[in-house]
């Protein structure tokens, strides 16, 4: 049986693929759309992902310095915590100049129950933190989060403040240009600029990236 991509290339950047979970059901998500990112199939046969072996696909590849290391997947990376930080000290401890990267979500206060930046500071560079929209009622369109998440929009902006708080490079994103979700950019960018953020705008592409 093939083994499952935990490590993949896209544009020449090295991405880590630890879980296919989310708490979110994004309207735009590539996943509902395609197995496959950059010729990488991404669905894992199972979620009990080993630190060892996505360290071990890590070393499968010429790791320069000033690479840039993003946990990004089929799934949200701070689900899987523990692993992040193990990976990124590692990765620290082996590469330097290495710059690494989490997109998420913006969740993981209310996954974990506890603020988990002073757990990221050190050891993440830089988040990618998808605000997706400008009020909390056209967040829950795009981002469709779980029932049991309340208020999230307000935690997701309180996470991208505690991030920036950290020292941790923070980017708020939203897509713009799917369907007819009237995201306003502007807006947007002030909330991000007043979180101490910037913002990132990305086109919606039907392949995702």
């Given amino acids: 049986m093939a083994e499952d991509n935990l490590v993949y290339i896209l544009d020449g950047k090295i991405y880590i693929n630890l879980t296919n979970r989310c708490t979110n059901d994004c309207v735009f998500c590539i996943r509902a759309l395609k197995d496959t990112v950059g010729g990488a199939d991404l669905r894992l046969t199972s979620e009990q ?12 590849l010429k790791i320069k310095e000033n690479d840039e290391i993003i946990f990004c997947g089929y799934g949200e990376p701070l689900i899987k915590l523990e692993q992040v930080k193990e990976v990124a000290a590692f990765i620290k401890e082996n590469y330097k100049g290495v710059k690494i990267r989490v997109n998420t979500n913006g969740m993981a206060n209310m996954i974990h129950k506890r603020d ?3 757990e990221l500071a050190g050891l993440i560079d830089a988040v990618s933190v998808s605000l997706n929209a400008q009020n909390e009622e056209l967040y829950n369109k795009i981002s469709r989060p779980k029932p049991e998440y309340k208020g999230t929009y307000a935690r997701v902006k309180e996470f991208i403040w505690y991030c920036a708080n950290a020292k941790i490079e923070t980017t708020a994103t939203v897509v713009e240009g799917f369907e007819d979700y009237e995201v306003d950019v502007s ?5 991000a600029k007043n979180l101490g953020a910037t913002l990132r705008v990305r086109s919606w592409l039907p392949s995702g990236y």
Avoid at 49 to 60: A, N, P, W
Avoid at 187 to 191: G, P
Wanted: charged share 35%; aromatic share 4%.
């Fill in 49 to 60: 992902v080993k630190t060892d072996d996505v360290i071990e696909q890590l070393k499968r």
């Fill in 116 to 118: 988990v930046t002073p």
């Fill in 187 to 191: 807006q947007c960018e002030f909330i």
